[in-house]
């Protein structure tokens, strides 16, 4: 059974911070992929410092636009008592689908994020060139998660990937689909004790 089955909603970024901060953690690191100009993630980042004041909240964006990239920095250095910041990539495929050279790059803790978010980025359609790279993107994400944490991939278009894909990267999925927004949203989890 998913570990958050406890939740009367399907899981979702706030119920997945909630898990988070009641199995102990006093911090959380997000790496957020395709972020934008940062309005999800200052939303996020709001949301969680009002029900959580206590939490620590260190929150990487990135993304292709270097306008997204300023738009978020000058988003972030308005927000108290969080560390965040936003990195520009012109394209993600510099970390040849390694998650390693990746957490260097970004300063990333080694043991990995406890959530990696994915909204309309690198495994929907219309974005990756085709399924197979999104494949690729997918693995590399399970490889970016610490032991316990999630994944949350959504966006307006269908995902390229799907259960099979998540069981290959022996990810738990939780949930396949948002009901707040009416589309699909995968949330993973890593398994605690798994090395991939």
């Known amino acids: 059974m998913p570990c958050l089955v406890k939740y009367r909603h399907l899981p ?3 119920s997945v911070i909630e898990h988070i901060f009641k199995s102990g953690k006093r911090e959380v690191t997000i790496l957020d992929v395709a972020g934008g100009n940062g ?3 200052e939303r996020i980042i709001k949301d969680t410092q009002a029900r959580f004041p ?3 909240i ?3 964006l990135v993304d ?3 306008g997204d990239i300023d ?3 000058k988003r972030f250095g308005t927000l108290k008592h969080v560390t965040a910041s936003a990195t520009h990539k012109e394209n993600m495929s510099v970390y040849h689908f390694d998650a390693e050279q990746m957490k260097l790059d970004l300063g990333l803790p080694q043991e990995g994020v406890d959530i990696v978010i994915n909204s309309g980025g690198l495994l929907n359609g219309g974005v990756a060139r085709n399924v197979e790279e999104a494949r690729s993107y997918n693995r590399m994400f399970a490889n970016l998660i610490r032991p316990g944490g999630f994944g949350i991939y959504s966006g307006l278009t269908d995902l390229y990937i799907n ?3 998540h069981d290959e990267n022996d990810m738990k999925i939780l949930n396949r689909y948002d009901e707040y927004s009416g589309r699909q949203m995968h949330v993973v989890q890593r398994p ?3 090395d991939l």
Do not use: G, H, I, P
């Open 12 to 14: 979702n970024t706030r």
């Open 39 to 41: 309005d999800l993630s």
């Open 54 to 56: 206590e939490l620590a």
């Open 58 to 60: 260190a929150y990487r």
């Open 64 to 66: 292709f636009s270097q």
């Open 71 to 73: 738009l978020a920095n």
């Open 163 to 165: 259960v099979t894909d």
């Open 192 to 194: 605690e004790s798994q």
